[in-house]
């Protein structure tokens, strides 16, 4: 079974530029997520998509970051314009239908903001 | 408001003891708990978990413990091997809730 795809890996980029972040799910996986992770700190959740709805994205900075779900299979995050803060790997995870609560994460996408 | 603490950044043991790594939760509304583990440039995988009906779960070498009362569970690692030098994530979600919370993290690094 594959697992989660995301890409890019890595990304460099000035301030004030636009970066964007794919991610496909685990086939059959309904609900998918994108994670922040900032150095040294715990991955924090940004926003859940159940097929192409979205179920909670509360801690969203929704004047800069969006992202979308349109054929409630694979998700793109997009940040503009980024920040310095904005450094940080972002995570995609999905999540089968009928399974015990564990998410399966994908390798991350790693941004650089100089 | 951090709702899942892991208040030991590092932990330092020699192969073939005992690891013990600890987590504190302040939200009652949580009822399963998980931990990760984390490689460096890859996405944190799943090692562990207990639901809240239950004291103990037990898996090889890896046993976590929650202690409802306390809002606090740990993973016990023994014994501890190299491989097991990564860092370690506790996660929480509340009942009904689809979503984990994410504590900071505790880096182990098993020393030979």
């Known amino acids: 079974e594959a697992g989660v795809a995301q890409s890019p890996r890595y990304k460099i980029i000035e301030k004030r530029q636009s970066v964007a972040f794919w991610c496909n799910p685990i086939?059959?996986?309904?609900?998918l997520y994108w994670y922040q992770q900032i150095l040294g700190q715990g991955p924090k959740l940004l926003i859940q998509f159940q097929n192409n709805g979205v179920v909670d994205d509360s801690q969203l900075p929704k004047d800069r970051f969006s992202a979308e779900r349109l054929k409630g299979v694979d998700s793109t995050l997009k940040i503009q314009p980024a920040k310095l803060e904005d450094s940080a790997v972002y995570l995609c995870a999905s999540r089968p239908p009928h399974g015990t609560g564990e998410l399966f994460f994908g390798e991350g996408s790693r941004l650089t903001v100089l | 408001d951090q709702q899942v603490k892991q208040n030991s950044p590092s932990l330092s043991v020699q192969e073939g003891r005992i690891s013990i790594l600890n987590c504190d939760y302040t939200n009652s509304m949580f009822d399963y708990f998980l931990w990760y583990k984390k490689y460096p440039a890859e996405g944190p995988t799943f090692l562990i978990s207990i639901s809240s009906i239950k004291d103990k779960n037990e898996d090889g070498r890896f046993t976590v413990f929650l202690n409802k009362s306390a809002k606090h569970l740990s993973l016990h690692i023994v014994p501890s091997q190299p491989g097991d030098s990564a860092v370690y994530f506790c996660?929480?979600?509340?009942?009904?809730?689809?979503?984990?919370?994410f504590g900071q993290g505790t880096r182990l690094t098993i020393n030979p």
């Open positions: 996660a929480a979600s509340e009942r009904g809730a689809q979503k984990l919370v």
């Open positions: 086939s059959g996986h309904a609900t």
